[in-house]
């Protein structure tokens, strides 16, 4: 386990950040593995307080995946495969993103309103990224992105008080 916060903060932003672009590019099941993989590194590597951790993906992995799963069947999102429900990919990418709001990104937890201009700006603007780098879609791009922006405005405060509750002392939101 990595003892400095600086190092510990590296590193989940950066499998984080690998973990993100390989699921973007590859949407397969395989990348939805590695992902998963990529969270257990996290947690070996970086989690100084496990099970609360793993719960807190866990729980915040399932809120966005139902998020992303409404996405899809309403048309907001498209894939070449339209599953019926979320891909193993964009599972895995939930919880990959759930490794950093207790690390990298935990400084938007300390003012609750940085997740009110974050998360409408940085959620469609991760969508949009990986748009183009696989094979994900919008059907309606300006539909798409204010959904995605009303979807992360609730859903990222959210997350942030979910976290609170399971992992107090992580920050302040």
Known sequence: MISNELGRNIVNLILFQVGWIYCAMETSFTSGIVAFVFVVVHLTLVSQ????????IAAGTALGSLLDGINLNAGV?????????????????????????????????????????????????AYWSATRLGDTSFPDPTVS?????????????????????????TSAA
């Open 49 to 56: 307080r496990r099970k609360q951790e793993v719960l807190f």
């Open 77 to 125: 999102l498209e894939h070449p495969a339209q599953p019926a429900w979320t891909p193993l990919w964009l599972v895995g990418l939930w919880a990959l993103f759930m490794t950093t709001l207790p690390h990298s990104l935990a400084w938007l937890g300390k003012k609750r309103w940085l997740l009110f201009i974050f998360a409408p700006i940085g959620g469609p603007f």
């Open 145 to 169: 992105l204010l959904a995605l922006a009303v979807g992360w405005t609730i859903v990222l405060p959210l997350l942030f008080t979910l976290k609170r509750g399971i992992m107090p002392g």
